[in-house]
């Protein structure tokens, strides 16, 4: 999996690491203002969930739950995590949950909660949803199956989705893949990129922060193992 979190650039995060002592086993960036993440995996179970933001209802009623939270629970719950959150008057979301033997994708505009079970194969997700198998194609024909365990550099495990990557030009649209426009005195841009590869009981990450800021930005490698966290660094 390819990870993009599009946020605003003063919002203040922690790298990928194991953060929450009530879910020892599950990696993740954490945003510090709200305490979740945008993307988490499980090392013992290869589960993984990310989240975006959808634009129908950009921002939550007061005192809704931050939807950082939503990642967590879904790697806590699999497809049971709708029962143990309210919703209703949460900022619009696409939920991604991808586990070894399924990959499924929960909607929420602001009114109506959707769910759909996905194929296997190659899904790209924006801010909109789901895009079309059409506009695939630019990671669909390469084909990757990098080992969790594999110590080598990034840019030998995912050269073919590097070089999709690196070919991007950032863009004022939230559903480009790299993203970059002025807010105020901010940016609203891609601040964080990460590879995930998994099975259970094997991790790795590679990651980058702030990757539309150019191409030749190094990348951090991490593996992480059930029985030894933090295999290697």
Not at 15 to 24: E, K, M, N, R, Y
Not at 123 to 131: C, D, I, K, V
Not at 148 to 173: F, R
Request: net charge negative; aromatic share 8%.
């Amino acid at each position: 999996m390819l990870a993009l979190r599009d946020e605003l650039a003063s919002r203040a995060f922690d790298l990928p690491d194991a953060w929450w002592h009530d879910q020892p086993t599950v990696i993740g960036g954490r945003d510090r203002r709200g305490g979740g993440s945008w993307c988490v995996s499980d090392i013992a179970t290869a589960v993984t969930a990310v989240i975006l933001n959808r634009p129908e209802r950009p921002a939550g009623e007061p005192g809704a739950p931050s939807r950082g939270v939503l990642p967590l629970l879904a790697i806590r719950h699999k497809d049971r995590w709708p029962g143990f959150v309210d919703v209703t008057e949460m900022a619009g979301f696409n939920l991604v949950l991808v586990s070894p033997g399924a990959l499924r994708w929960w909607s929420f505009d602001g009114r109506h909660l959707r769910h759909q079970a996905l194929s296997g194969g190659t899904h790209m997700f924006t801010p909109h949803g789901l895009l079309p198998a059409v506009l695939d194609h630019r990671f669909a024909s390469r084909s990757i199956r990098p080992d969790p365990e594999s110590a080598a550099p990034a840019g030998e495990v995912w050269a073919e989705w590097l070089a999709v990557l690196d070919a991007a030009v950032p863009s004022s649209d939230p559903a480009d893949l790299l993203v970059r426009r002025p807010v105020d005195a901010d940016s609203y841009e891609t601040v964080f990129g990460q590879f995930i590869a998994a099975r259970p009981g094997a991790l790795r990450l590679d990651y980058v922060d702030h990757p539309a800021h150019g191409p030749a930005r190094p990348w951090t490698t991490r593996l992480w193992h059930a029985d030894a966290c933090d295999l290697a660094d």
